[in-house]
């Protein structure tokens, strides 16, 4: 029977796979279905179709499974495809995605699916990009470029939609044209925010300081077109967080300051305690932090009385703030400001050598390292040279489930043993899963 686009199917789902579709099978053939739950039996209809693959939509539920729930509105907004499962089934599904992914990709068999944390599923994000269209800003629906509204998904806190709302006046007050996103970051009570305004190119940037009164704001900048000089509009674009790494001790604090254009990560509720699981992880002892950020789990460490501590950065706005957030540790951190690859490039003199506000001393111990590599996983030169530096412990902080298994095929490959993975949800009712995973040679 041919299967054209628009037309349906009839299927028992299987499992969740990455990305957020479910896994069926149709006559032989693969079918990854929206809005689905394994254990269901569903009426599809076909959204794409390849020699391989069907793709579908949800059009029917002929039998529910009991984790079933009403989703939102608007499903696809915002990456809130699981909005429809039941909290903790999502939390199961996102460990079985992490170890089907590890199994299929990796070719690691994990005896059961690793556990996932939770988060409360409201207000959690402190880090958005609204595009702006017609004066509205929103996210876009999964899979397109139609603007949806933020809001409505639940993620942002409830002040945080109200600030959207009055940003959207005053466009449209001061007829004010050329902006295509928002870059918005918070900290984690939510009482500092900060902004930095994408502006298509020939844009006047001095034309959108009164965006400046929406809300308690400590910062707003603009830039036109992805390499345009940045023009400061108002205050400090950034936000700062304390974070306490060990409970028990009051000392073990850390003040992480942030540009708004730096990566950090998103959930307000989890990021506490994602530092103090991959502190918790670390032996005394050195240790080499790569991809670095703002210093989120390497200066944790060196809060926890863990160092000397190498600290390595190539992005220069995030490298500008980690150096900043170093400060009060020269005594035992130092800061790299230069590419993974090149610092590992340069051999085994980088590596577990701090300069203590004097001339450097290099640790007897071999580090233990920590990457926290971007969605595209470590690149073969970074990997290549991590297995080279051979660290004994290598902690890998993980935000893609197909990129870990492909890197953790590689460090097996290599001499390397999994000795520990757990998952961390830091967006709730969508796909993502957040993973941190333990090598031991």
């Not at 996102?94 to 409360?120: F, T, W, Y």
């Not at 509009?233 to 790494?245: F, I, K, R, S, T």
């Amino acid at each position: 029977m041919s299967v054209e686009v628009g037309s349906e199917i009839t299927v028992d789902v299987e499992k969740a796979v990455a990305g957020g579709r479910m896994l069926a099978r149709h006559e032989g053939r693969v079918a990854l279905v929206w809005g689905a739950i394994p254990g269901e039996r569903v009426r599809a209809r076909i959204d794409r179709v390849t020699p391989g693959v069907l793709y579908a939509e949800v059009a029917e539920v002929l039998s529910s499974s009991p984790d079933r729930r009403p989703a939102s509105a608007d499903w696809r907004c915002g990456g809130s495809v699981f909005a429809h499962v039941a909290y903790e089934r999502q939390r199961e599904l996102k460990g079985e995605i992490v170890r089907d992914a590890l199994e299929r990709i990796g070719r690691v068999p994990l005896p059961a699916p690793p556990p996932v944390a939770g988060s409360p599923e409201q207000g959690y994000r402190m880090r958005a990009r609204l595009h702006v269209r017609d004066g509205r800003l929103g996210f876009y629906r999964e899979g397109t470029h139609e603007l949806c509204d933020a809001s409505s998904t639940g993620q942002l806190a409830s002040a945080t939609g109200e600030w959207i709302g009055e940003v959207e006046e005053i466009i449209a007050r001061e007829r004010l044209t050329g902006l295509a996103a928002i870059e918005m970051a918070e900290n984690v009570r939510g009482d500092e925010r900060a902004c930095h305004l994408e502006l298509q190119g020939g844009t006047d940037a001095r034309a959108f300081r009164p965006l400046a009164a929406a809300g308690p704001l400590a910062g707003l900048s603009a830039a036109r077109g992805d390499r345009g000089e940045i023009e400061l509009l108002e205050g400090c674009p950034g936000v700062a967080d304390v974070l306490h790494v060990r409970a028990d001790d009051p000392a073990s604090t850390l003040r992480l300051r942030r540009d708004v254009r730096a990566f950090f990560q998103a959930n307000r509720f989890l990021l506490e305690p994602l530092a103090r699981h991959v502190v918790s992880l670390l032996p005394p002892g050195p240790v080499v932090d790569l991809y670095a950020g703002v210093g989120l789990f390497g200066l944790a460490a060196a809060a926890a009385g863990i160092g000397p501590i190498t600290l390595v950065e190539g992005d220069p706005v995030s490298a500008a703030d980690l150096a900043a957030n170093a400060e009060p540790f020269l005594d035992r951190v130092r800061v790299e400001r230069r590419s993974v690859e090149g610092f590992l490039a340069a051999g085994p003199q980088s590596v577990g050598r701090v300069p203590p506000r004097g001339s450097p001393v290099r640790a007897a111990a071999p580090p233990t390292f920590i990457v926290d590599p971007p969605r595209t996983g470590m690149s073969k030169q970074a990997l290549a040279g991590i297995v080279s530096a051979a660290p004994p412990r290598l902690l890998y902080v993980s935000c893609d489930v197909a990129t870990l298994a492909r890197d953790t095929r590689t460090l097996l490959d290599a001499g390397y043993t999994l000795d520990g993975l757990t998952g961390f949800d830091l967006f709730p009712n969508t796909a993502h899963v957040e993973s941190v995973a333990v090598f031991r040679r």
